[in-house]
T-cell receptor, first 117, second 110 residues
Framework: DGGITQSPKYLFRKEGQNVTLSCEQN?????MYWYRQDPGQGLRLIYY???????QKGDIAEGYSVSREKKESFPLTVTSAQKNPTAFYLC????????????????FGSGTRLTVV | RKEVEQDPGPFNVPEGATVAFNCTYS??????FFWYRQDCRKEPKLLMS???SGNEDGRFTAQLNRASQYISLLIRDSKLSDSATYLC???????????FGAGTRLTVKP
């Protein structure tokens, strides 16, 4: 079955350490996104990518980096510059194309819970 | 003002009740609207898109009021399995850039 796979499910980061969250999709979607969810807040966009080798900053990109070397993969690195990284990280994908592709919404992965120890 | 605002709840209702949630958005140029369902510690899942004329999917009815800039979700004959957080999602810039409300928590009790 097609879907989005995020790994790991739980991740613990030490102070000053960079960690990378994996996101892979086999839906043949063009666009991929990373969101962060904190308790009591809506999802906030970190980065998004609409084509391979191109990506755009979202609202809270500071302290994060991404790459999009393949259509299927959009890994997120949480760097030591991110001062408060403890959160639930969600990767999503969507189709792009002519007409209103946004009507189809996003498909989300099952998320990664990152905790600083 | 937040771009998308929802009453956080919680809404506690008995089985079989009808419950409605509202969501307001600030950008009058918003193009498309969705309701997502999120279970505890899980990812959001698309419940339904919201069309200009309103739309229904079984026990769920979504409405859009562009003049007042709000969308609503009505759940009839609530089931225990409807217990979840319901996220209002608005596409602001017509480019796959979605804005999420913080969610409304619903608990349906026996």
């Amino acid at each position: 079955d097609g879907g989005i796979t995020q790994s790991p499910k739980y991740l613990f980061r030490k102070e000053g350490q960079n960690v990378t969250l994996s996101c892979e999709q086999n839906l043949n979607h063009d666009a991929m996104y990373w969101y962060r969810q904190d308790p009591g807040q809506g999802l906030r966009l970190i980065y998004y990518s609409q084509i391979v080798n191109d990506f755009q900053k979202g609202d809270i990109a500071e302290g994060y980096s991404v790459s999009r070397e393949k259509k299927e993969s959009f890994p997120l690195t949480v760097t030591s510059a991110q001062k408060n990284p403890t959160a639930f990280y969600l990767c999503a994908s969507s189709i792009l194309g002519q007409g209103p592709p946004w009507r189809y919404g996003y498909t989300f992965g099952s998320g990664t819970r990152l905790t600083v120890v | 003002r937040k771009e998308v605002e929802q009453d956080p709840g919680p809404f506690n209702v008995p089985e079989g009740a009808t419950v409605a949630f509202n969501c307001t958005y600030s950008n009058s140029a918003s193009q498309s609207f969705f309701w997502y369902r999120q279970d505890c510690r899980k990812e959001p899942k698309l419940l339904m898109s919201v069309y200009s004329s309103g739309n229904e999917d079984g026990r769920f009815t979504a409405q859009l009021n562009r003049a007042s800039q709000y969308i609503s979700l009505l759940i009839r004959d609530s089931k225990l399995s409807d217990s979840a957080t319901y996220l209002c999602v608005v596409n602001i810039h017509n480019n796959n850039d979605m804005r999420f409300g913080a969610g409304t928590r619903l608990t349906v009790k026996p």
